[in-house]
């Protein structure tokens, strides 16, 4: 009987620490590196599928309170260049503004006589803040 007693003091004691470890790493936010290239990305992967509505949803409050997603995608469906692929390199930070590097593949059809299209990839550097605890997207002017 004693054994059994122990054993389940050891038991409950063990839950509780087991539940200690897990809701404390549930309720630990995860590194701000972290949270910018996920957010990068993700507005990236809903540019290139043409889902417009969730990628404003990353573009900055300032931005949203002048631009609608009609807007925004106006000006995206009439630009000549058109998006093939998107990948995060990298990102450097000061305090709650980052600069993140993205590569981006795109095509320009007949960008010259003679040439019906131009396949390329370029270094995309975009600016991101931090506002309400959250990061957003900060377009340039233009």
């Given at each position: ?7 389940t003091r050891a038991a409950a004691i063990a839950g509780a620490v087991l539940f200690a470890v897990l809701t404390g790493c549930a309720t630990v936010a995860p590194p701000a590196g972290d949270m910018i290239a ?105």
């Open positions: 009987m004693k054994n059994h007693k122990m054993m996920e957010r990068a990305q993700a507005r990236w992967d809903a540019l290139l599928a043409k889902d417009y509505a969730t990628a404003y949803t990353y573009y900055s409050p300032g931005f949203r309170s002048k631009a609608s997603v009609a807007d925004l995608e106006i000006k995206l469906r009439l630009q000549r260049v058109k998006w093939t692929s998107a990948k995060y390199r990298d990102h450097t930070c000061a305090e709650e503004v980052c600069t993140v590097r993205v590569d981006i593949g795109y095509r320009v059809g007949a960008p010259v006589p003679g040439v019906d299209v131009w396949n390329g990839i370029d270094l995309v550097e975009e600016q991101w803040v931090k506002t309400g605890g959250e990061w957003w997207y900060v377009p340039r002017k233009g």
